[in-house]
């Protein structure tokens, strides 16, 4: 693409934003995912649900409100929309991880994606928890409850929450997924309970709960969640949390340890801290892990749940400016060369080939597996903003410019500073443009932060032990 040489970043990426918008009986219902003609497709024309949040909350920001409002509305259609893997049905709470506009001979028709086609067939759960965030974001922009209190959308809700809250086979208040149930959707050992999954369940909870209508029936689910919240936001405070006096206790852990008040919970074996750890952890900062489950916790750092537990005060104050202050020390590490790290290290040797089945997309510091994702920009900026430490949001923004445009906004980058447009990035990734323009934009636009972040929760049952 010859970009005009008049045009300024903000202003292609504008265009490009524009250009990217699906129209469905000639209204704008959301936006590809990338529109690179050098590559197949494949399902990159679809518009994704988790890839449209960041271009919604753009439209949103610039009074763009009937795109935002034509999605909802039709995804609420899709989300009831039969959907069969072979001859199995899943659950109606899912909504799709993409669909696309088709034409038949009785006009237009949305083909919605449950993961029922995706490559490896994963199951797109944080599609239905994003769905929520963007339901309150859209609700709080507009100041239209209505759309949020109809029948069919209180209906879409409870479909949601049925699931997410409904009887399972567990012990722990986390949501149980299988691998590759969220932004990362191939196998990276995510299965279990992985942070990214817990973050956005969390904010999706609390948002549920100021969507619902107060009736006899939101009542039985506002408790519901009141529950769980309390019990979610201890258990990730507590058992997600790493720092270095946390890595001291885990060091030293008695493991095998049997009764209701021991110390070692989930049987951690102190031999399982990773040796990169040891060095990597700063004497002053922390995050969540990326993954814990009986006998094993994933010690990586994943960006997205991190940022997102600090937007929804899934983290506590001090624990969230911790998270920064990580990101501060291990800049080179996690920013680089292009913001920021989808997840720290990356794996290799034996571990790769039995985490990721030998996966040639997710080799070493590549794509999902240590490589370097842009669209979390918008995430980074939120999370600076809204701890008042602007400054880092700011220069990671400094860092990005210098190449998003030049690199026709990819998708990816690998290496282990970020330095390389990634192996099959896509070009003009809309994920990519809109992440960069919205975090300028809510940086431009603080009073549009409330939108996706929330205050320390007052209300949820909080767990006494
Ligand atoms: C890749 C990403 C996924 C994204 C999709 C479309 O599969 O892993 O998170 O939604 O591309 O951009």
């Not at 928890?129 to 209180?154: M, P």
């Not at 202050?325 to 039995?354: F, H, N, T, V």
Request: charged share 25%; net charge negative; hydrophobic share 40%.
């Amino acid at each position: 693409m010859i970009a005009i040489a008049s045009e300024t970043i903000e202003q292609q990426a504008n265009r490009l934003l524009e250009k990217s918008i699906i129209y469905y009986q000639q209204k704008p219902v959301g936006t590809v995912a990338a529109a690179d003609s050098e590559r197949e497709a494949l399902n990159y024309d679809q518009c994704f649900i988790r890839d449209f949040i960041p271009a919604a909350l753009v439209f949103l920001i610039q009074g763009k409100t009937d795109i935002v409002d034509n999605f909802l509305l039709e995804t609420v259609g899709l989300q009831k929309k039969k959907r069969r893997v072979d001859c199995y049905e899943p659950p109606t709470g899912l909504m799709p991880a993409s669909f696309k506009v088709e034409s038949s001979e009785n006009g237009q028709y949305l083909h919605a994606d449950f993961g029922d086609k995706a490559i490896g067939r994963v199951t797109p759960i944080d599609s239905c928890l994003w769905w929520i965030i963007l339901l309150r974001v859209y609700t709080k922009a507009t100041g239209d409850r209505e759309l949020a209190h109809s029948d069919n959308f209180q209906e879409a809700l409870a479909f949601i929450l049925e699931i997410c809250l409904g009887p399972q086979f567990e012990m722990t208040p986390t949501l149980l997924v299988p691998d590759g149930a969220c932004m990362i959707d191939r196998p990276m050992g995510l299965s279990g309970h992985p942070l990214e999954i817990q973050s956005l369940f969390y904010i999706a909870l609390r948002a549920a709960r100021e969507m619902l209508v107060r009736n006899t029936e939101g009542e039985v689910l506002i408790d519901k969640i009141n529950n769980r919240l309390g019990s979610l936001v201890y258990h990730l405070r507590d058992y997600y949390w790493l720092d270095l006096k946390k890595l001291n206790q885990i060091h030293r852990y008695q493991s095998e340890q049997f009764g209701e008040s021991v110390v070692n919970k989930f049987n951690i074996y102190p031999e399982s801290i990773p040796y990169w750890l040891t060095e990597w952890m700063p004497d002053r900062g922390g995050y969540l892990a990326g993954n814990l489950g009986p006998g094993k916790m994933d010690f990586r750092f994943f960006s997205l749940g991190n940022l997102v537990s600090i937007m929804g005060s899934l983290t506590t104050e001090e624990q969230s400016l911790d998270i920064l202050k990580l990101i501060e020390q291990r800049w080179s590490d996690l920013i680089g060369q292009m913001p920021m790290k989808l997840c720290y290290p990356a794996i290799s040797g034996l571990e790769w080939r039995i985490v990721t089945g030998c996966d040639p997309k997710n080799t070493p510091w590549s794509y999902h597996n240590g490589g370097s994702w842009p669209v979390l920009l918008w995430t980074m900026m939120a999370a600076c903003q809204k701890m008042g430490r602007e400054d880092l949001g700011d220069r990671a923004m400094a860092i990005a410019e210098l190449r998003l445009a030049q690199d026709d906004w990819a998708e990816y980058y690998d290496g282990k500073n970020g330095r390389l447009i990634g192996k099959s990035s896509r070009k003009f990734q809309t994920w990519t443009v809109a992440g960069w323009l919205l975090a300028k934009l809510l940086r431009e636009n603080p009073h549009c932060l409330d939108w996706v972040c929330f205050e320390a929760d007052t209300e949820a049952i909080a767990c006494n032990i």
